[in-house]
């Protein structure tokens, strides 16, 4: 009976595993006790003796028990998707050196050399590695050939650092025809409730109208057009090179003024909804929308004198051409020793001014559109007119930075400095924002090259731990009084006794009417 067992427990040990095949336990214990007899080991290296046993009986079945088997599926996807990007298609074939060619019609736009801008981000120790420039480039070659969009400039603007993957993203200026396509698409259908007035009816008899409330819904700022003031360029994102690029939606004063107000995380997914407080007016998408408008219009500058404003060309409501300029084609350039005077008089932005309205230009929210005026006509009542709002103000395009107002905690806004000091006649002007960690620029060749840049996480600066916005204070409840307060309900006499006055009331002036009737007839 005990050789049974015996039997039994050596076939066990001697059986190997189907997942991983190799050396059996007993054959491996075997060489093992062998090994202890011949090297006369002891207790202490039993374990480094196994392990040599291990090493000089691999075989290739045995591979599984040495390395861990590691998973390549999301890089061999990846692969994949940018693998299109390095193949020759019939676009390219068609293309020159001024432009792409698309349906027979020559566009004359030129994709901005990204290797060039990389080179500049070495010398000034940010952006990008280079590879990974070089696929970004060639997906924005590829968004320039697809037809679905007419792109008449583009430009990288960065990369927003998420938590489950990134935004790359590409600034662009469409045509007038696909702006005037996107605002229709676009345009947000009218949130004033309709008035309604109520009647009641009893017994055959009306009471009178219910008052209509005097209380009206905050007013709701219009979103700026498309091409002008915070939704002046159009910008474009995808998760990683050679992945499709999406189309961002217009930004709203709503959601500027929401998130200047709260700090999410990005999490690289566009439909991820936006939980906070106070509640976000929309997803991830929009939120993103806001963070760019936030961050180009506080950290998009240039050297001071390369941008002129154009007094020919009037700008829609700006009588004095302010909103608009163009390239100084006399500009003589600027030293790398003004670029990075302390001062920061010699860079200025060219990003319109967000307000705090979250527009750039102020909308009166007291102005009343045509419908509500003509309600107003039919329903003439006494209101109290709401106080005028004072109109907010910015900073003027092309302002020099010099001008940000104030410091936080003795932070300044900017800090400029050379690329490097060694040679200082190759060396390039480089200056960082401090209030948006992450937003960059250069000027190269007497300031005749520049170019903006933003890799960070989308938050503004915050010297103090952030404090949660407050819920508003709960409404007070409505004074009682006795044109508010409820009456008890009747008894059954009482009830009784208005039944027997209505009809005795009724009689009376069904007689009326009779005897009205009957003088009538006589007169005929």
Known sequence: MEDAHMINAKAFL?????????????????????????????????????????????????FDNLQDKWKYEADMTLAKVQRPLFEETKEDSSDNEDGHVKDGIKDLVVLPDLM????????????????EIFRIWLAMNELLLNEQYTIEKIRFWGQIIGISSNYYIVETDLLEEEREESESDEESCDQNPSKTSATY????????????????APAVI???????????????????????????PLVTPAQISCARKIRKFLTGDLDALVVSNPPFPGKECNYLRAQIARISSGTH???????QFDESEEADGDEDGRGYFIEDPDFSGLSNLELCDPSLQYWCHHMPYILPQGRTKWHNPSLRSEEEGEEDEIEPQEREEPDEHEPEVGPPLLTPIS????EEEGLPFWTAHTSTQLVAEHAISVIHSNVWPGAHAFAAQHAKVFENIYIGFGHKYQPVNIEPFLPPSPMLEFPSGPDVTEKEDPSPEEEAAYRAAQAEMADKLAEQEELEEDSDDDDE
């Open 14 to 62: 001697m059986t190997t595993s189907d997942n991983k095949p190799g050396v059996s336990f007993y054959e491996h214990l075997s060489k093992l006790v062998t090994s202890a007899l011949n090297d006369i080991c002891d207790v202490n290296s039993i374990e480094e003796a196994s392990l040599d046993q291990k090493v000089t009986g691999f075989t290739a079945k045995a």
């Open 116 to 131: 060039r801008l990389s080179h500049y981000m070495e010398l000034a120790a940010i952006g990008l590695p280079r590879e």
């Open 201 to 216: 009816i009893d017994d055959g008899y009306y009471d009178e109208e219910v008052p209509a409330p005097d209380w009206k």
């Open 222 to 248: 219009p979103t700026e057009p498309h091409g002008t003031g915070a939704n002046t360029k159009t910008y474009f994102i995808c998760n990683e090179p050679g992945m499709e690029w999406m189309r961002l």
């Open 301 to 307: 500058i240039s050297p001071l004198g390369f941008y």
């Open 403 to 406: 001008e940000d107002e104030g």
